[in-house]
């Protein structure tokens, strides 16, 4: 989860769904954006080509430049995010 000043917003990757088969939970590769109340489903470009979009993880990070007005997101490879 990281702050997007631009957007004034907060946005979050990741997060996980139930398995009613083995019990245990799915990754999944969400990217959320907080609507004051509502967490709403961001649809992302492939970025880079050709990795397409991140894959589910739970161990991701993600942060937000300031200076350049983009986020980094590192799971299993790197994605560069623009507002």
Do not use: C, E
């Amino acid at each position: 989860m990281t702050v997007f000043p631009d957007l004034h917003t907060v946005v979050m990757f990741g997060g996980q769904t139930p398995n009613t088969t083995y019990g245990d939970p799915i990754d999944t590769n969400g990217m959320w954006y907080l609507d004051h109340t509502h967490w709403i489903r961001i649809h992302t470009k492939a970025s880079p080509p050709p990795m397409g979009s991140p894959p589910p993880t739970h161990n991701a990070s993600f942060v937000y430049d300031t200076a350049h007005h983009f986020a980094l997101l590192r799971a299993t490879g790197t994605w560069r995010l623009s507002p």
